[in-house]
């Protein structure tokens, strides 16, 4: 039940001090991100640079997202951040902090003069978006929500793009690493703009899926700025359409 001292608690800000798991304290600076899910902040943690993770606790995400990262560090993983808090603002809201990024791969191209990324850059996006999914795959989870903007360079000089933003990610394997057995009627997961042909069907998602997004990121969003109607591309894979003209 919420307590009367929950009920008062506002969304952290810019300027507000929270006190992680490991008894340290996070200053959230600017904004970074305004996801559909929640906010991301510039933070400092010890004089280090740092990227804070908000959401409303009823949301629930972010400890999926705080799992998988803790995998992750133990997995060494080399497309994934490193964890180094998190923790509750009196009940209400989860944070966590991870390893501060450059600029999403859809914001550094609308920095672009025409906002297309080269041939070149393209594949080796490609190259290290695969990578990064193929370790996630390894753990048994499928994203579920893979677009430019889930995914970044780090900051400095390396060239690992980095995977992000688990919270709609699932287990696609049992306990023994059998491969679950599709539900049916899954209902919507996802982002319209980019979801695969299954994922409008509203089909279970696989691996596939997350392969399937790639390649219609590659070949049509720079092209296309509409929102798909979620029955037109249904129909579309029904006839078994390679060629999506999306309309506009
Ligand atoms: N570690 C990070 N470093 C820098 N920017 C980040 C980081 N994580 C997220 N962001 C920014 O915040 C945005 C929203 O974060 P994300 O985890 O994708 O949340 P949402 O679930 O709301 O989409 C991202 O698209 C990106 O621009
Ligand atoms: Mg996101």
């Known amino acids: 039940m919420m307590s ?3 009920k008062d608690v506002r969304i952290p800000i810019e300027g507000d001090i929270l006190a992680t798991n490991t008894g340290e304290s996070i200053t959230l600076h600017q904004k970074l991100g305004n996801g559909a899910m929640g906010q991301v902040f510039l933070g400092k943690l010890n004089e280090r640079h ?16 705080v799992k998988l990262l803790l995998t992750a560090k133990r997995e060494k993983f080399t497309h994934f951040c490193t964890l180094y808090g998190y923790g509750k603002v009196s009940r209400a809201y989860n944070f966590m902090i991870m ?9 550094l191209r609308m920095e672009l003069p025409n906002k297309i990324y080269s041939m070149n850059t393209t594949t080796k996006i490609a190259i290290q ?20 903007s889930n995914f970044a360079p780090g900051r400095g000089r390396s060239s690992t793009i980095f995977i992000f933003d688990f919270g709609l ?11 679950l057995s599709p ?10 703009r980019y979801a695969s042909l299954n994922a409008h069907k509203q089909l279970d998602l696989a691996r596939r899926d997350n392969i399937e997004k790639i390649r219609i990121d590659d070949n049509c969003e720079l092209s296309y700025t509409g929102t ?21």
């Open 4 to 6: 009367a001292e929950d």
């Open 50 to 65: 740092v990227a804070v993770k908000t959401e409303k606790k009823a949301l629930g995400l972010i400890p999926l997202e």
């Open 99 to 107: 390893s501060l990024l450059n600029s999403d791969l859809y914001q």
């Open 129 to 148: 978006s695969l990578k990064a999914m193929e370790e996630l795959h390894s753990i048994g989870y499928i994203h579920r929500d893979i677009k430019s």
């Open 169 to 179: 990610s699932r287990r696609f394997v049992d306990g023994s690493n059998m491969k």
């Open 183 to 192: 539900r049916k009627n899954v209902g919507w997961r996802g982002t319209v």
């Open 228 to 248: 798909v109607s979620v029955t037109s591309v249904a129909i579309m894979a029904e006839q078994g359409s390679n060629n999506i003209s999306i309309p506009e």
